[in-house]
T-cell receptor
């Protein structure tokens, strides 16, 4: 089945540690996105990539890093520079057309202990 | 620049009664508009989308939305709410990809409570 797979679903981190969230898609989509969602709030864009080996900062990129070495993969690293990393992280992908909808993974919940 | 405003942060309905979720947008170009639903601790699922074809769009699970350019609105409705409709709903606008850098803008979300 085609879709987006995020892992792990739950992750606990100690302060000062970097963690990497995985996102893989087999939909052959060009564009991939990372969003952060906090309780009672909407989605905020962290990074997005429209093509392999290229990505752009979103609205809240500070403290995060990404790579896009393969079309199907877009991992997100939450670094120790991110002051408040506890959140629900969503990965999505779509065709790079105005009409293409986003397809979402099931999310990864990161908790800093 | 594009923006989306969901006019109600919370909506409470009784099972079997109609549901109305309001969304207004602003866009410099011809937008595409989407409604998504999110159940707790899950990803977002597409309910329906408008892409400059028919202004009345039918989606999954009995939902539909009407694009009204003159009112810059894209309200979501369902004739009869079901308990399984309790979730959060997001209205999303996608502007001309060159101008917006292929980004989409999300509304703040509307949480729907369905009472038995």
């Amino acid at each position: 089945d085609g879709g987006i797979t995020q892992s792990p679903k739950y992750l606990f981190r100690k302060e000062g540690q970097n963690v990497t969230l995985s996102c893989e898609q087999n939909l052959n989509h060009d564009a991939m996105y990372w969003y952060r969602q906090d309780p009672g709030q909407g989605l905020r864009l962290i990074y997005y990539s429209q093509i392999v080996n290229d990505f752009q900062k979103g609205d809240i990129a500070e403290g995060y890093s990404v790579s896009r070495e393969k079309k199907e993969s877009f991992p997100l690293t939450v670094t120790s520079a991110q002051k408040n990393p506890t959140a629900f992280y969503l990965c999505a992908s779509r065709w790079t057309t105005n009409t293409g909808e986003l397809f979402f993974g099931e999310g990864s919940r990161l908790t800093v202990l | 620049a594009q923006s989306v405003t969901q006019l109600d942060s919370h909506v409470s309905v009784s099972e079997g009664t109609p549901v109305l979720l309001r969304c207004n947008y602003s866009s410099s170009y011809s937008p595409s508009l989407f409604w998504y639903v999110q159940h707790p601790n899950k990803g977002l699922q597409l309910l329906l989308k408008y892409t400059s074809a028919a202004t009345l769009v039918k989606g999954i699970n009995g939902f539909e939305a009407e694009f009204k350019k003159s009112e810059t609105s894209f309200h979501l409705t369902k004739p009869s709410a079901h308990m399984s409709d309790a979730a959060e709903y997001f209205c999303v606008v996608s502007d001309d990809e060159k101008a917006a850098g292929n980004k989409l803008t999300f509304g703040g979300g509307t949480r729907v409570l369905v009472k038995p």
